[in-house]
């Protein structure tokens, strides 16, 4: 395996290779068992792009912390990453052996030419379907030639095209692999829609979400659907391959947790005869309006992308700060009303927003810079004055709601004469260890009180519900 690293990434390149080192540490910290290439990127793939994983093992792999060895498995011979301290004994070598001849097998089940036939008919089957339902006429299938062009710079082509009513064409990429679309076969796909005057239309497991604008902006749409889909004759072996190449929650530290939330640990396959109904709807949408359509989860991605892109910035604090107050949408998506933008308390006082969350009621919420710096560097962690002030602003709150609670609730209808209080001000990365410590102490002191978020906690709850919310039911239906 070639580890070797471009000498120079960008910032955003870095940073993404740097968090997905510290996962991936975290990952191997106490485990020796073997995992493929593939599979670490799959199961990272929800919290890092692939390249960034790759990045981040090579590096690893050049750091010494783990060892690349290689073995056949199904039609391909593949890499196996393991801790290096697992190989400096010969019975640790004999351990590692085993595993990986075991994972093998697994990878045997479905990486060899027969399923992988199997599995882009069906994919491409599934996609016919819904294409035709939106009236859409089938006029060739793995081809790079329309209405008299063909495209001869390269032997790529276009798996469908197909015609609407109105006149519109199509071109459609079907793609149901677990790896993801390289940049370049990408462009050279949009390149060859281009030249056949054709609307592109990526459908796929996986592609990187800063792919997605290079599409939208020639015109195009894309679906991905983050799992791989199975024909109902392949039941028993999906159900086999999913249960294996999975990782039980339980198996997954707490501190990785942290550093990676999105990462998944069910393996993304399922039965399905067609395709999901979200995306069936969405590809109905777009091709009877030409809109892209968002769903809430979605803007709320796409607000939290953006958020965690002006933190990041550096430099950028009032930015950061006006972009929460001004995105009603990112506090709003756990409350069950609609958030309330600065709501006053009498002519004493004025919230950032008022929100209503199970099992609190209503929570009054205040917005500081993410700047501010929380506590003293002192030994143990003193509160700085900011902090104290943006405390005593919600206690003082809490008091003058207990005072005129016959009045606020003739607004908030059922709200507490103690409400619960969210003060969301600094950055968790800015945080020693006993300084994080000693937040969490003051949140648990104060439970039921106030709770203090950083900017990075909001965002890793905003996260946390979003990826319980894309996650499978237990039972799916073929």
Known sequence: ?????????????????????????????????????????????????????????????????????????????????????????????????????????????YDNPEISKDLGDHFESLVKLELRANQLRIVDTHTNSYRGKQWIKSKANLDIIAEHPDGRAFGIQAKNELKGIEKEELLEQLYICAFLQVKPIFIVRYMPWDFVPDVIKRGGFVITLGTQLWPIGHRKLCEQIREKMSIPDSHVSTKLKQIAPKMRTRWPIAVMTELPEAAASRLAYWLDTGKIPLSQPELIEQNVNTLEEILHAGGKEEEAHQFLKNNSLILGFTSTIEPISKFKLGDDYETDFVIHEIPDGYV???????????????????????????????????????????????????????????????????????????????????????????????????????????????????
């Not at 793939?45 to 912390?65: N, P, S, V």
């Not at 203090?452 to 073929?478: A, G, H, K, Q």
């Open 1 to 109: 395996m070639n580890s070797q690293l471009p000498l120079k990434l960008t910032p955003k390149q870095e940073r993404y290779t740097r968090e997905a080192t510290r996962a991936l540490t975290e990952f191997y910290h106490s485990r020796n068992a073997p995992f493929h290439f593939r599979h670490l990127q799959v199961l990272f793939e929800t919290q890092y792009f692939h390249i960034a994983t790759a990045k981040a093992i090579y590096r690893l792999i050049d750091h010494g912390l783990l060892s690349a060895v290689s073995l056949q498995a199904g039609a391909n011979e593949v890499s196996f990453l393991i801790p290096s301290r697992a190989l400096q004994s010969p019975k640790g070598n004999s351990i590692v052996e085993s595993h990986m001849k075991s994972k093998a097998k697994v990878i045997a089940l």
């Open 364 to 478: 009054l919420v205040e917005i500081e810079r993410p700047g501010i710096r929380l506590f003293k560097k002192t030994t143990p962690p003193e509160r700085t004055q900011e902090l104290n002030h943006a405390i005593e602003q919600i206690e003082n709150w809490r008091a003058w709601v207990g005072r005129n609670h016959a009045y606020i609730s003739g607004k908030l209808e059922g709200i507490s004469s103690s409400p619960m209080c969210w003060l969301i001000c600094g950055r968790r990365t800015d945080l020693s260890e006993p300084e994080r410590r000693r937040l969490a102490e003051i949140n648990d002191e104060h439970k039921g009180s106030y709770k203090i978020f950083t900017y990075d906690d909001l965002i890793d709850r905003l996260r946390l519900v979003l990826s319980r919310l894309r996650e499978p039911p237990p039972e799916e239906s073929s």
